[in-house]
Nanobody, 124 residues
Framework: QVQLVESGGGLVQTGGSLRLSCAAS?????MGWFRQAPGKEREFVAA????????FYKDSVKGRFTISGDNAKNTVSLQMNSLKPEDTAVYYC????????????????????WGQGTQVTVSS
């Protein structure tokens, strides 16, 4: 069993920046971030794959968000710049073990481990 502990989040004005961090208690093969706004389904934001390499992003955050991580330390961060009100949501860290194709990493069902979530609010 892998436990995920998130930190970061908060309230920021439009155009501002926030950084989310997540630490896993055990080995992982990929870690990602998802978000869920009220009344909406949980959606993929970004992922980093340790086994096989690569980082992957939701189209609407490309160029604004950057995912980075340390495989040896089982940590992942999400630097969010140029934030918009539509980025407001609860953000969840997720992790998995196993080799996954890049498209599969975008599906919540691919992940076995989840953090508790952290609120990000962008005011207009």
């Amino acid at each position: 069993q892998v436990q995920l502990v998130e930190s970061g989040g908060g309230l920021v004005q439009t155009g501002g920046s926030l950084r989310l961090s997540c630490a896993a208690s055990g080995r992982t093969d990929a870690m990602g971030w998802f978000r869920q706004a009220p009344g909406k389904e949980r959606e993929f934001v970004a992922a980093a794959r340790w086994t096989g390499g690569g980082t992957f992003y939701k189209d609407s955050v490309k160029g604004r968000f950057t995912i980075s991580g340390d495989n040896a330390k089982n940590t992942v961060s999400l630097q969010m710049n140029s934030l918009k009100p539509e980025d407001t949501a609860v953000y969840y860290c997720a992790a998995l073990r196993g080799i996954m194709a890049s498209m599969t990493l975008r599906a919540p069902s691919a992940y076995s481990y989840w953090g508790q979530g952290t609120q990000v609010t962008v005011s207009s």
